[in-house]
């Protein structure tokens, strides 16, 4: 591996711009999420990380701008494009089969990655593989217990943890996480911080995220979005000291 390769971000977005038509909802954006970051976009509401997020996982195209992942140009690609060049999103609405078990939602995933591969070999060793791969993310996510109830039958945030297994399921490197702390209680967001600082051990993580409590324990650095612009990118603690974000977005949201 050369010393550039090493040195590449995971994920890069230069003069990124989307608009719908006269709005620019997204104003030529530069970011770099290094390889094995944990980075958390804030801002308030219409300040553009849904559709940031929707441009990096390939539901829009920029309207100017490149997008690269692992060096490759990702801007424009299809979704299923995108996972296949190794990245995963949870969305912030519940995404999952709720009249399927825990265990074939997740197999779901797994079959979408080795399953072409597989259909090369004998079906029963194939199956035994996808099965095992499934049990090790069922696990990962702490869902051992529930792997044959239906998932509409898990609690929300169990559900929200079998979610972020599916990102797991596709082996993507680079992992995007919308709102996972949503709606959660105290206790439920704490599990659910280090369930993700686990999940992602050896991977990006790019998440948005409202509760800086959360930012804080989890994240290196944080970029602050605000009117489709990006104010700040620091650490959590250089973000909250900075006095442009204090006024655009922090102290709004303490008021
Ligand atoms: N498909 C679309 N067509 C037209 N305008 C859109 C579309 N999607 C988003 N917008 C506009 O883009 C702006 C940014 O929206 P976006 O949902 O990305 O913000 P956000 O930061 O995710 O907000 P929230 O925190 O409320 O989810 C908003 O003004 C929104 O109305």
Not at 2 to 26: C, H
Not at 55 to 67: D, K, M, N, Q, T
Not at 98 to 113: D, K, Q, T, Y
Request: glycine fraction near 10%.
């Amino acid at each position: 591996m050369s010393a550039d390769t090493r040195v590449r971000p995971a994920l890069k977005l230069s003069g990124v711009t989307k608009s719908f038509g006269p709005i620019e909802v997204l104003k030529h954006l530069d970011l770099e999420i290094a390889s094995g970051e944990r980075h958390a976009v804030i801002g308030p509401n219409g300040a553009g990380k849904s559709t940031l997020f929707n441009l990096i996982s390939g539901i829009f195209a920029p309207s100017s701008g490149e997008i690269s992942l692992n060096g490759r140009s990702i801007g424009g690609m299809a979704p299923e494009q995108i996972n296949r060049a190794g990245l995963a999103r949870s969305f912030q609405i519940t995404n999952i089969f709720h009249r399927l078990s825990v265990f074939e939602n997740l197999r779901i995933g797994v079959l979408a990655r080795f399953g072409v591969r597989y259909g090369l070999f004998r079906p029963i060793s194939g199956m035994r593989r996808i099965n095992e791969e499934t049990e090790k993310v069922l696990a990962q996510v702490g869902l051992e217990s529930r792997g044959h109830d239906l998932a509409g039958d898990l609690t929300y945030s169990e559900q929200r943890a079998l979610e972020i297994g599916m990102t797991l399921t596709t082996g993507a490197d680079v992992i995007l996480l919308d709102e996972p702390t949503a709606g959660m209680s105290r206790e439920e967001t704490a599990e659910a911080v280090e369930l993700i600082r686990a999940v992602t051990v050896g991977k990006t993580l790019l998440m948005v995220e409202h509760d800086m409590s959360v930012v804080f324990s989890l994240c290196d650095r944080v970029s602050v979005l605000v009117y489709g612009s990006i104010l700040a990118t620091d650490t959590p603690q250089g973000v909250s000291a900075n006095h442009a974000v204090q006024e655009a977005y922090l102290g709004q949201e303490a008021a």
